[in-house]
């Protein structure tokens, strides 16, 4: 798993059983097992929703890299849950740590067993409803697969920005970091504006 990817993960297929699903059932799947954690906030469901999602990606022979977190994100966690535990309680931070390691675990059990593609078809059925109100299914599947591939393309910024800083003796300068990221940001957006331009996806209707 490159860098870019390190966070959700790539379809790579497995012939898993997961893998045979429809892509309206994983998603189901995914939702009933986050959503008791998130409603509840109490170590025990999150722990047995962390518990059962790691069994259900390592029996979708997904292999270590399924379970395996990038540091930026291990970085993150533990200092979200320091913060709880000097302001609030050790296991308020338990459980918004562990709820935050348990969404990118889950979105791995879409991620790595169906096709952006498909995902996007899925998302775009299932907000249908949208057009209702006059809003466009397609431009929100659009936007959440956009989010989706960003997400993973920024996080891969920070590890390699942080290596060549390291690599040039820059590592203890803020500038060697920031700056370097926010230029491949805005290149990456301009990039997907493009690219959404290109296919009128950027026009109104």
């Known amino acids: 798993m490159n860098s870019h990817d390190s966070l959700f993960g790539t379809f790579q297929p497995t012939g898993s059983w997961i893998e045979r699903w429809s892509v309206g059932w994983t998603y189901l799947l995914v939702l009933t097992l986050t959503l008791p954690a998130m409603v509840l906030r109490q170590w025990p469901a ?3 929703c962390l518990a059962a999602v790691v069994a259900v990606l390592v029996s979708a022979r ?5 379970v395996r977190l990038p540091w930026p994100l291990v970085v993150l966690v533990l200092a979200m849950a320091a913060y709880h535990v000097v302001f609030g309680t050790w296991l308020d931070g338990v459980v918004l ?6 969404a990118v675990l889950a979105s791995r059990l879409l991620t ?3 096709p952006i593609p498909v995902l996007l078809d899925g998302l775009v059925a299932a907000a249908a409803p949208l057009r209702w109100v006059g809003l466009s299914p ?3 599947g659009l936007a959440v697969t ?7 393309y920024l996080a891969g910024s920070f590890g390699e920005v942080r ?5 040039r003796g820059l590592d203890r300068n803020p500038l060697a970091h920031v700056t370097p990221v926010v230029v491949r940001a805005v290149g990456f957006a301009q990039a997907t504006g493009d690219a959404l331009a290109a296919r009128g996806l ?3 209707d």
């Open 112 to 114: 790595m067993t169906k």
């Open 46 to 48: 999150t722990a047995a």
């Open 97 to 102: 740590a562990g709820n935050v390691v348990l």
């Open 138 to 140: 397609e431009r929100f």
């Open 146 to 152: 956009v989010m989706l591939r960003s997400i993973p």
């Open 163 to 167: 290596d060549a800083a390291r690599a």
């Open 202 to 204: 950027g026009d109104d």
């Open 62 to 66: 997904l292999g270590a890299r399924a």
